[in-house]
C-alpha cells in the first residue's frame, strides 16, 4: 500500500517561501520509474498541475517541469536518499494559496496527460494548505 504525506505548508506574506515535502511510504514502482506531480486546488475548483518531476529507477530526479505561474518561482526535486520529493517555492504571491497536493504514479515518466486540471494519478496524498496573504 503506497501511502503519500505532504507536509511544510502554512501562512507566509507575499514574497516569502515555503518548502513543501511529499514523503512516500510503501511501493513506488520498485526497480521502476514514476512521475510524482504537486498540484494546487483552491476552493470549489479543480486541481491545477504546479510541478511534476520524473523518478528514475535508482530514484533520482530528472525532466522538471512547471506551470507558467511557477516557473521561475518554484523547483521541484527529488531526495535521492529518502523518498520525498520536495516544492521550493519562493517569491509567494496571493494566488499561490491554495491546497497543495502531491501524485504519483508508478511505471511511467511524467507525459502531458499528468500536467492538466484534473489529472489522473494512482496516489494522492491528503493536501497541505498554503496561505499567502498581501
Known amino acids: 500500500q503506497v501511502h503519500l504525506a505532504e507536509s511544510g505548508g502554512g501562512s507566509v506574506q507575499a514574497g516569502g517561501s515555503l518548502r513543501l515535502s511529499c514523503s512516500a511510504s510503501g511501493v513506488i514502482g520498485r526497480g521502476n520509474y514514476y512521475c510524482v506531480a504537486w498540484f494546487r486546488q483552491v476552493s470549489g475548483g479543480q486541481r491545477e498541475p504546479v510541478a511534476d518531476i520524473d523518478v528514475d529507477s535508482d530514484g533520482r530526479g530528472s525532466s522538471p517541469k512547471y506551470s507558467r505561474s511557477a516557473a521561475g518561482r518554484f523547483t521541484i526535486s527529488k531526495d535521492n536518499v529518502d523518498s520525498i520529493v520536495y516544492l521550493q517555492m519562493s517569491m509567494l504571491r496571493p494566488e499561490d494559496s491554495g491546497v497543495y497536493y502531491c501524485?504519483?504514479?508508478?511505471?511511467?515518466?511524467?507525459?502531458?496527460?499528468?500536467?492538466?486540471?484534473?489529472?489522473?494519478?494512482?496516489?494522492w496524498g491528503q493536501g497541505t494548505p498554503v496561505t499567502v496573504s498581501s
Open positions: 501524485a504519483a504514479s508508478g511505471n511511467t515518466f511524467c507525459w502531458p496527460r499528468h500536467f492538466e486540471r484534473g489529472a489522473r494519478f494512482d496516489y
